[in-house]
């Protein structure tokens, strides 16, 4: 009978080609992510979506949405952008888009992540990883403005779906909303104008805090 104190198998017991043990150890490590849940409800709100989950979904947002940006775009570039995004929350965790405290020290965090987990791949592909997830992060180039804009659209979409419960849960006021969202979203007016119409729509429904009502 194996000792059940032994280690669990690991990549570097197959006795590989360095470059090939190195990009199955990120590959491996990045399963993590399966693990990071994040706030947002998935669409049918039986559940609380992974950042593997929302990565995947965003990577198919911009395959299917990628017409709609008023800039010419690499397509490729923003999927891969779109799957990379988030992989720093394996070691930072997601913050939350209306946490003001948590967002303050979100950027430290999440270069920390970057530094690790993209070194774990050979120098070439260290190297391109990482600068398409600065890129992202930057948002100044038309393929980070796009899956930036993607990004926000998908949970407000899907708070949209499920009737604003996770706005509610948290009291999301409309001005956090548009604030926080409308200043990226609006870089691409086709998704922009979506985001315009889910916030006008959840204000009217009661699913965002009305920063004009009368306190009681």
């Known amino acids: 009978m194996a000792d059940a104190a032994a280690a669990s198998p690991n990549v570097s017991d197959l006795n590989l080609d360095a470059r090939l043990e190195a990009q199955l150890r990120f590959l491996v490590t990045v399963d993590a992510l399966k693990h990071v849940e994040r706030r947002t409800l998935t ?36 999927i891969l952008m779109a ?23 979100q950027v ?27 890129e992202f992060c930057a948002a100044e180039s038309p393929e980070a403005r ?7 659209l998908q949970p407000i979409l899907h708070n949209f779906l499920t009737g604003g419960e996770r ?27 979506v985001v315009r119409r889910i916030i006008a729509h959840a204000a009217a429904a009661g699913w965002l805090v009305d920063d004009d009502a009368p306190e009681r």
């Open 43 to 78: 669409a049918d709100g039986r559940r609380l979506e992974n950042s593997a989950e929302h990565s995947w979904h965003i990577a198919l947002y911009v395959r299917v949405l990628a017409e709609h940006s008023p800039e010419p775009i690499d397509v490729d570039r923003v």
């Open 146 to 152: 796009l899956a930036n804009v993607i990004d926000r």
């Open 83 to 105: 799957l990379l995004h988030d992989i720093v929350e394996i070691d930072a965790g997601d913050t939350f888009l209306y946490d003001v405290a948590g967002r303050a020290a």
């Open 108 to 134: 430290e965090r999440e270069r920390a992540a970057a530094d690790r987990l993209f070194a774990l791949l050979p120098l070439d592909q260290s190297t391109l990883l990482r600068t398409i997830w600065d």
């Open 167 to 193: 706005w509610l849960a948290h009291g999301i006021s409309v001005e956090q909303v548009r604030t926080i969202n409308l200043p990226v979203t609006d870089g691409v007016p086709p998704l922009g104008d």
